[in-house]
């Protein structure tokens, strides 16, 4: 079996000192064996080189598990989140006329839907090109002044029928707003997101198929994803 399709990566890059929310744990990329090393080991030409990884669970393109957002010890975790919920068809809408450190709300997201004649469906992910990722990563404004979405927005693309959503900045929440709105509406109905994608802007406007798995950590609380849209060739 092969997909038909082109592929475009929504993926961040891994690195040592990668941005992360602020208080999260940073990322350390770290050489665990060498070749040298190893041949020494085993005292053959065979070489091998291995690496470690030390990393938040939120800290790269990753999703969050409602026990992230929810103190309830029942709530689920990121290898609870059905696997469907990851691949599904979606859609991007352009937000990225919204100001930093604002919040926009259902009114932008049915403009937006208006603008590219497309349409929420029942089982959808959708994707917010903010552009926030294309104007300040790897600034210090890119973990703290990303706009956001208000909780009317969230409860209105969840009515809609999403499963899953994401944003191209570390939080679909404005940061100046600790109410978390967005967050605690993905709380009281349980459905999740994705955070610190990248290259929105190659599928704003349209409808694709995305995949973005999480690892299957034992209770975690999110995990790194490859996020990825495929395009119809046409």
């Not at 070489?47 to 026990?67: E, F, V």
């Not at 552009?131 to 927005?153: K, S, V």
């Amino acid at each position: 079996m092969s997909f038909e399709g082109r592929f475009i990566d929504l993926s961040q890059e891994i690195y040592t000192g990668m941005p992360v929310y602020p208080g999260h744990l940073k990322t350390v990329v770290f050489e665990h064996m060498s070749h040298d090393e190893s041949r020494r080991q085993t005292g053959t030409a065979f070489s091998y080189q291995t690496s470690g990884i030390l990393m938040c669970d939120h800290g790269p393109t990753h999703i969050d598990s409602i026990s992230h957002m929810s103190p309830d010890p029942n709530a689920p975790s990121v290898d609870e989140i059905p696997l469907r919920h990851c691949v599904t068809s979606a859609v991007c809408l352009d937000v990225s006329d919204v100001p930093r450190q604002t919040q926009f709300g259902p009114d932008k997201i049915e403009e937006e839907l208006g603008r590219w004649h497309l349409e929420i469906r029942p089982g959808d992910t959708v994707l917010f090109y903010t552009a926030h990722y294309d104007r300040h990563y790897g600034t210090p404004e890119y973990a703290t002044h990303q706009p956001g979405l208000t909780r009317e927005a969230t409860e209105y693309i969840i009515d809609g029928g999403v499963v899953n959503f994401g944003v191209d900045s570390t939080s679909p929440d404005m940061w100046l707003d600790k109410t978390y709105p967005c967050h605690t509406v993905c709380r009281e109905r349980e459905v999740t997101h994705i955070e610190n994608l990248c290259n929105l802007d190659q599928v704003m406007g349209q409808r694709f198929t995305f995949i973005a798995l999480p690892l299957r950590i034992r209770r975690g609380t999110g995990s790194p994803v490859r996020a990825v849209a495929i395009l119809d060739n046409d």
